[in-house]
């Protein structure tokens, strides 16, 4: 393992649109907010941006578009798909492409009008190729494949859907701590169990949220990163894995890839699980949650269930997951991964406000992509991780 | 110019003759004769589903068509629902060793259980729809 990743690049910038409804809006203009937004909490002006990494499941030219629309032309352009994990797995090709240096300012980003093009034309955003042996018998996508590893979980390890709806009530307790969250209403566990089920055994509030949105980082080197305004955000490790595209080809639906890209990045970040301060897991349904919690090292495969028991990875709990309030209760555009690296970097700019976890130096993402196919984690630190 | 497009032409002409029936389309001209079929690796024996041109255990390019035995046991389930109705969506590990999605049909689609020893026949899912491998359970008679 190559470990000259490890602390070479920092996140520089990072920038939102607003959540929710932005009718009036195209994804590629809240793109485009989001990076204008990026680029000037960095301190940075287009100009210099010669990286950009995006991705979205309508636009096929997705990098040409945002750079032309930007007025830049980068050296390094990627708009590589393998769905929402993809914006981590962009931090592997940014930071080797600056360490390697291809380029010096790279931008991630996405932007979303998933909603709004629901609400107006009934069209949801999906990859137009799916999965053929599967598609025909008509599995309710993407939310089957999810509702599968659950059934398997539950019958293998004795999971209930008591223990997934923890997972959405801790969630919507992170989110009411968080102004810009999406649903910020109180939730009960016993709501979530009388929820209609949408595909057994996951119930409408198993499933994360559709919101437009847009999102942006600014990546550069360390050395350029602490002569910046804002605190370097430092990337410590990052790994990428992949078992299957379509779910019937997953070997063990109890087992993500997520075991494969969390090795990969703490061994890059020479760290575990045990000195991660703050999480954030792609929890587009709630057995998400679980999964990469087994996955990565924060309980046994299997105890999954109980370690989310009784507000552990709430507000106030042992394991602080989500702490934005999820693709469940936060936002979820799509794709989300991007999300999680802008959670993990006000973490760590201990700028999070009332969900701020106090003295968070080490940050873990982990992007799921397609139907638990794409698996990308990523570990960040303060200065003094390094 | 003009022999370029004459040769294109006789390539042209010559395609219907020379085209190599690809494992996708050879899987749906079974189906289609009301038959489910497996490939076979030659060089490592492994069983192969869905379709492909090599082994994705091996490498190989070597695969031979078998007839499937069409017994499997429910590897998961569940139970999409809309508008009032639902329908079953399975994972079946076949007895030769691949996993493949299907529906679990003449039984209640919650009724589908992790474990259930199910059979394969080639059915449709809507009227006029394409041939499809489907699943029943296998009752006390078949077993």
Redesign the interface.
């Known amino acids: 393992m190559n470990h000259s990743l490890r602390g070479s690049c920092a996140v520089a910038g990072i920038g939102l649109t607003d959540f929710g409804d932005l009718p009036g809006r195209s994804a590629l203009e809240n793109t485009a907010e989001a990076v204008h937004s990026a680029l000037t909490d960095a301190g940075i002006h287009k100009s210099e941006v010669d990286a950009l990494f995006t991705s979205n499941f309508p636009d096929t030219f997705a990098a040409l578009h945002l750079a032309e629309y930007l007025g830049v032309q980068p050296h390094v352009l990627d708009d590589t798909n393998i769905g929402g994990a993809v914006y981590v797995s962009q931090l592997q090709h940014a930071a080797a492409a600056i360490q390697a240096g291809l380029c010096n300012v790279a931008v991630i980003a996405m932007g979303s009008n998933t909603r709004s093009k629901l609400k107006q034309q009934g069209i949801i955003d999906g990859p137009r190729e799916l999965f053929?042996?599967?598609d025909?018998?008509?599995?309710?996508a993407p939310m089957?494949a999810y509702?599968?590893?659950a059934?398997?979980h539950m019958?293998q390890y004795g999971t209930t859907r008591e223990h997934l709806a923890e997972i959405a009530v801790a969630a919507r307790a992170w989110a009411q701590l968080n102004p810009r969250a999406i649903r910020r209403t109180p939730l009960s566990i016993a709501e979530v169990m009388a929820a209609?089920?949408?595909?057994?055994?996951l119930s409408a509030m198993d499933c994360c949220l559709i919101a437009d949105a847009g999102a942006a980082v600014v990546l550069v080197s360390a050395d350029r990163a602490r002569d910046l305004p804002q605190s370097p955000v430092y990337l410590l490790g990052v790994g990428v894995a992949t078992t299957h595209a379509?779910?019937?080809?997953m070997p063990d639906?109890t087992v993500t890839a997520s075991v494969e890209s969390g090795k990969r990045a703490y061994d890059m970040a020479g760290l575990s699980a045990r000195e991660v301060d703050v999480v954030s897991l792609y929890d587009a349904f709630t057995i998400n949650t679980l999964l990469f919690l087994e996955d990565l090292g924060f309980c046994p495969k299997g105890e999954g269930g109980n370690f989310v028991s009784d507000g552990n990875i709430a507000p106030g709990g042992g394991l602080p997951v989500n702490t934005n309030g999820g693709g469940l209760s936060c936002v979820h555009p799509g794709m989300y991964g991007l999300m999680l690296i802008i959670e993990a970097v006000e973490q760590l700019r201990h700028a999070a406000g009332e969900r701020q976890i106090p003295g968070a130096e080490i940050a873990l993402c982990n992007g799921n992509g397609g139907h638990l196919s794409s698996q990308a984690t990523a570990i960040f630190g303060t200065s003094s991780s390094l | 110019m003009t022999n370029q497009s004459q040769s294109h032409d006789q390539e042209q002409a010559k395609q219907p003759a020379q085209m190599d029936v690809g494992p996708e389309k050879k899987f749906r001209q079974y189906l289609s004769e009301g038959s489910f079929h497996l490939q076979r690796c030659d060089q490592c024996r492994q069983h192969v589903f869905y379709p492909r041109l090599l082994c994705p255990h091996c490498g190989s390019m070597q695969l031979t068509w078998v007839p499937a035995s069409g017994r499997a046991t429910v590897y998961s389930t569940s139970v999409p629902r809309s508008g009032g109705s639902s329908y079953n969506i399975a994972l079946v590990d076949l007895e030769e060793g691949p996993r493949m999605m299907t529906r679990v049909v003449d039984v209640a689609p919650e009724d589908v259980t992790i474990g259930m020893p199910v059979t394969a026949f080639i059915g449709t899912i809507e009227p006029n729809g394409e041939p499809l491998v489907l699943f029943r359970p296998i009752s006390g008679d078949d077993s």
């Open positions: 053929p042996y599967e025909e018998y008509r599995p309710k089957n509702a599968l590893a059934a398997r019958h209609p089920m949408v595909c057994d055994p379509g779910i019937s080809q639906l």
